[in-house]
């Protein structure tokens, strides 16, 4: 990535989205019993009933580019999606929430768990717009919980790298980023170029109103080919092998007793006639 000319100049945003299944759906055929898995061995077969979103934490990373416009820096949002034919339809979803630009890589080798090839195809893009200050990703995908793409993506651009922000700002011709982290938040401040990984706490994506909905079914992404970036082909970085959809079975035993006393030494009982209270 190059050199950043910085707010004065406009800052580029791109922000990449992928198409998932809705995890709510596929939940509910898990809970059912109805979740199988495809001929393929690795994905999902739920015909047409689960519908195809944007990845949560995707849609909060343009919320989090929107939040920067917003606060009065001058720049250009710019979404990218990697999928097959039907990935595209996300990105009319980012327009309308307020991105300038949307351009598709379609490749039907997507979703198949290789975050690698997915960053190395993005930033053969990125490099092809040239003038790209700041990426945003969702902090991972809900399909496959990789996680992988944003330091891939930061490595293969020569890029800072911020995991994990709930939020983002431009202060100087820098990024002034807080962290979640499991003791609480941090706040880093990073050079541009820079890449940052969005996490969910950033809070709830603006809904985008029903004129521009309408505007953005009429907008076209761009296309590209992902043999336009690959640069070996048929290269492979993680490969998803076989999913599995495991058995689930329950058992509920109601332990009687007349108090609360009686119940737990009748539980501690069962517990240890089986073993599980280690001695």
């Not at 938040?185 to 890449?195: F, G, H, S």
């Amino acid at each position: 990535m190059p050199a950043p000319d910085g707010p004065e100049g406009g800052l580029h945003i791109v922000v990449c989205a992928k198409q998932v299944l809705d995890p709510d759906g596929v939940n509910s055929f898990a809970f059912w019993g109805r979740l199988q898995v495809g001929a393929d061995g690795r994905s999902f077969d739920t015909g047409e009933m689960v519908p195809r979103i944007i990845n949560a934490y995707d849609e909060q990373a343009v919320e989090a580019a929107l939040r920067i416009r917003d606060a009065g820096v001058d720049c250009r949002i710019t979404v990218v999606t990697v999928g097959d034919e039907e990935a595209g339809a996300i990105l009319k979803r980012c327009v309308a929430m307020g991105a300038d630009d949307a351009v598709q890589i379609v490749d039907a080798a997507a979703g198949l768990g290789d975050g690698f090839r997915t960053a190395r195809l993005l930033a053969g893009l990125i490099e092809e717009l040239g003038d790209v200050d700041l990426v945003l990703c969702g902090r991972q995908g809900s399909d496959y919980d990789q996680g992988t793409v944003p330091a891939a993506l930061a490595e293969r651009l020569g890029a800072a790298l911020v995991t994990m922000s709930a939020g983002v700002a431009v202060e100087g011709g820098a990024l002034r980023v807080v962290r979640v982290t499991p003791r609480g938040e941090e706040v880093v401040r990073a050079t541009l170029p820079a890449v940052v990984s969005i996490s969910n706490e950033i809070g709830t994506p603006r809904y985008p109103s029903s004129r521009r909905m309408m505007q953005a079914r009429r907008q076209r992404p761009e296309r590209r080919e992902a043999s336009d970036y690959e640069s070996a082909p048929g290269a492979v970085g993680v490969e998803v092998t076989r999913l599995i959809v495991p058995d689930v079975q329950g058992h509920c035993e109601i332990i009687e007793g007349g108090s609360a006393a009686e119940k737990a030494e009748r539980l501690m009982a069962q517990l240890d006639d089986r073993g599980l209270l280690g001695g």
